[in-house]
C-alpha cells in the first residue's frame, strides 16, 4: 500500500502524501511487530513469536490506534489528517 502511496508522492510532490504513507507504513509494521495479523500473516510468522490472529477488520483497527497514536505523540513533522482519523 504504501509503495503506491510513494509513487503517487514522487509523480505529485505530494509532502501530505509523503508524511501519511511513512505513517500508514510505521502503523503497519509496528502492528505486526505487536503481534497483531491476518491469519495468512500468523501462518507466515516465527512459531516462536506471539501472534494474535485477527479478521481483517480488527487488523485494520489495530493498524489505525497505531496511526492515532502517531499523530497525537510523535514528533514527526506533521501533515494533513482528515478529522475523521483522529476522532
Not at 510468522?45 to 489495530?62: I, L, Q, T, Y
Amino acid at each position: 500500500w504504501t509503495g503506491a502511496l510513494r509513487r503517487i508522492w514522487e509523480l505529485d510532490k505530494n509532502e501530505a502524501l509523503s508524511g501519511f504513507a511513512a505513517r500508514l507504513e510505521h502503523a503497519c509494521l509496528q502492528t505486526i511487530n505487536d503481534g497483531i495479523m491476518t491469519k495468512d500473516l500468523a501462518n507466515l510468522a516465527d512459531p516462536k513469536v506471539s501472534v494474535r490472529a485477527v479478521n481483517s477488520e480488527e487488523f485494520f483497527d489495530a493498524i489505525i490506534a497505531h496511526m492515532k497514536w502517531d499523530i497525537l505523540f510523535s514528533k514527526r513533522r506533521p501533515f494533513a489528517v482528515p478529522i475523521s482519523i483522529i476522532a
